[in-house]
C-alpha cells in the first residue's frame, strides 16, 4: 500500500473513532434505553447505527459537491472545520462530550421520539463532529475514486467497532466506571484537538501556497 495512502487511512480511522467516541457514548446509552428489555435495547442500537451510518455516507458522497456548490473553498473549510473540531475537543480535555448530556426520558420533549434517531443517531454517533470530519477528508485535494471508498471502509468499521462496544456498553461502563471512561475521553480530547489543529495549520498553508501561485 501506498505510504501516503496508508497515512490517510490511518490520520482518518484515528479521527473518526476520536469524534464519533463510542466509549464516551456508552453511559449515555445505558442512560436512555435502561428502561427497555435486552431485545429492544438491541434494536434501538441497530437503528441508531443505520441511522448514523446513513448520514455519514451522505455526507461522504455528496459533501464535496455540496462545498463545491456553495463556493467553499477547500481550505476555506479546512480551517473553519479544524475550528471546529477543536471546540469539540475542548469539553473533552475536561471529561465530557461537547453538548451530550443525556436527556431524561420522562422529559415532555421526549415523548413520542425515536432515541435510536435522536439523540443516539444525532448527534451522539453522527454529529457535528462527525459531518465535519468526513467534509475534511473528502475535500483534500488528492481525493479519489481509492480513498473515497477506503474512507467508507473505515466508517463501516468505526460503526462496527461502536456496535461492539455499546452492545456490551452496561457491562463496560460497570467495570470501568464513568471516572476512567472519562480519564479516556480526555485523551481522546488532545488527540482530536491535535488533530484539529493540524487541519487549520494545512489549510492557511494551502491558502497561502494558492496565493504564491496566482502571483507567479
Known amino acids: 500500500m501506498d505510504e501516503d495512502l ?20 456508552a453511559p449515555n446509552f445505558v442512560a436512555l434505553t435502561s428502561e427497555l428489555d435486552t431485545i429492544e435495547r438491541n434494536r434501538t442500537l441497530r437503528r441508531a447505527l443505520i441511522v448514523a451510518f446513513s448520514v455519514t455516507l451522505f ?56 432515541i435510536a434517531v435522536f439523540p443516539l443517531a444525532i448527534p451522539l454517533l453522527s454529529g457535528p463532529g462527525t459531518i465535519t470530519t468526513i467534509l475534511l477528508l473528502t475535500n483534500q485535494q488528492d481525493m479519489d475514486i481509492l480513498r473515497a471508498g477506503m474512507l467508507a471502509t ?26 476512567k471512561v472519562r480519564i479516556i475521553t480526555r485523551v481522546l480530547g488532545i488527540i482530536l484537538a491535535a488533530l484539529a489543529v493540524q487541519f487549520v495549520l494545512n489549510g492557511i498553508g494551502g491558502f497561502y501556497g494558492s496565493l504564491i501561485h496566482r502571483a507567479g
Open 6 to 25: 496508508l497515512q490517510f487511512a490511518l490520520k482518518a480511522f484515528v479521527t473518526l473513532i476520536v469524534v464519533v467516541d463510542p466509549l464516551g457514548v
Open 59 to 114: 455526507f461522504l458522497v455528496g459533501g464535496r459537491w455540496l462545498l463545491a456548490y456553495l463556493g467553499v473553498t477547500v481550505h476555506a473549510f479546512a480551517i473553519s472545520g479544524g475550528i471546529l473540531l477543536f471546540a469539540a475537543a475542548w469539553p473533552m480535555l475536561f471529561g465530557h462530550r461537547p453538548g451530550l448530556q443525556a436527556p431524561e426520558r420522562s422529559e415532555p420533549s421526549m415523548v413520542g421520539e425515536d
Open 154 to 179: 473505515i466508517v463501516a468499521v468505526v460503526y462496527l467497532i461502536a456496535w461492539f462496544l455499546l452492545y456490551a456498553a452496561d457491562r463496560i461502563v460497570t467495570r470501568l466506571g464513568e471516572g
